[in-house]
């Protein structure tokens, strides 16, 4: 563990997986803000839930099963770990430049 050695392979793939499909994602939809109900594959949205939740819990210092080497590579694409809080500052300072 303290070496990064992944213990069950099958978890390893599946998200890498998930990544590949998040990346499609952010190339053609220019984000990584991928709904958690997404009708078109309803499995990347719970899974990038999924990655928010276990970032909390990493920077919460729980147990948690992300990585540093992931939450680098979701950094790398741009991934949003406050979606919510990021649109709501963009939406201000808009209003500020209206005003």
Known sequence: DGIGFEWD???ADAWERQFGELQAYQADKGD???????PEN???GTWVHQ?????RKFDRS???RITPERIERLDGIGFEWHPVANLWDQRFGELQAYQ
């Open 9 to 11: 392979v099958a978890v």
């Open 32 to 38: 990584c803000n991928v709904p958690q109900r997404w």
């Open 42 to 44: 309803p499995q990347l």
């Open 51 to 55: 990655q928010r939740t276990e970032k």
């Open 62 to 64: 729980e147990r948690a």
